[in-house]
């Protein structure tokens, strides 16, 4: 008689189907949003609402977006190109967009890292709770400004109990955040402009 898989198989099958069962997810948003043009249709339907709501319909689809694991930089290269005319509100927007995204995989990684009481007995999770307890403000900013997809890294500090909301996670990615973000807009704006026709035959560009 065939001996029965163990809890341990079965848990270690139940995880390579999330990361598959994601990878095919990830790859279809990618997939349809080039197919679909799905871009260009939304920098042309959020410009065309009214202030504040184009505003608001885009920090929203910014939170969901990050929620979804879809890379933040992309919803910030599209707040340069929205509001290209307008440099001040394309990255005030675009910070306030991928910090609501931060903040929100936090709290959520830290609400099932509670629920989970198989995280809270991860040894690699406890060596690093008892590094983060000397040194939470080393590594904090050393995760958010890790080369690493920002909804994946937020989720994981989520589930780390020593780190702090206030105290460690809002100033650290508040300040990290900015350089991020800053960058990806001005590649937004530059953007626009080529689309504009705002680059001569020499290459040269500027800002509207």
């Known amino acids: 008689m065939a001996a029965l898989p163990s809890t341990s198989d079965k848990h270690s099958s139940l995880h390579i189907c999330?990361?598959?069962?994601?990878?095919?997810?990830?790859?279809?948003?990618?997939?349809?949003?080039a197919k679909l043009d799905l871009l260009s249709y939304f920098t042309t339907y959020v410009s065309s609402i009214p202030y504040p709501y184009g505003?608001?319909?885009?920090?929203?689809?910014?939170?969901?977006?990050?929620?979804?694991?879809i890379p933040m930089s992309s919803m910030e290269i599209l707040a340069?190109?929205?509001?290209?005319?307008?440099?001040?509100?394309?990255?005030?927007?675009?910070?306030?967009?991928?910090?609501l995204g931060c903040w929100s995989c936090f709290?959520?990684?830290?609400?099932?890292?509670?629920?989970?009481?198989?995280?809270?007995?991860?040894?690699y999770l406890k060596a690093l709770e008892k590094v983060?307890?000397?040194?939470?403000h080393t590594l904090t900013p050393m995760i958010c400004l890790a080369y690493l997809p920002a909804s994946l890294k937020f989720y994981g500090l989520g589930t780390i109990q020593h780190c702090k909301f206030f105290n460690h996670f809002l100033p650290w990615s508040l300040l990290c955040g900015l350089p991020y973000a800053l960058g990806n807009v001005v590649v937004g704006?530059?953007?626009g402009n080529g689309v504009?026709?705002?680059?001569?035959?020499?290459?040269g560009g500027k800002f509207e």
């Open 189 to 191: 704006v530059e953007v």
């Open 80 to 99: 340069g190109v929205i509001w290209r005319k307008h440099l001040h509100k394309a990255i005030i927007l675009g910070y306030i967009g991928k910090m």
């Open 132 to 136: 983060y307890v000397h040194r939470p």
């Open 196 to 203: 504009d026709g705002g680059y001569s035959k020499d290459g």
């Open 55 to 69: 505003e608001i319909t885009y920090l929203l689809l910014s939170l969901i977006s990050a929620l979804m694991l």
């Open 107 to 123: 709290i959520i990684g830290r609400l099932i890292s509670r629920r989970k009481n198989n995280l809270n007995s991860n040894h």
């Open 18 to 33: 999330h990361v598959v069962s994601l990878f095919l997810v990830l790859t279809s948003v990618l997939y349809f949003t």
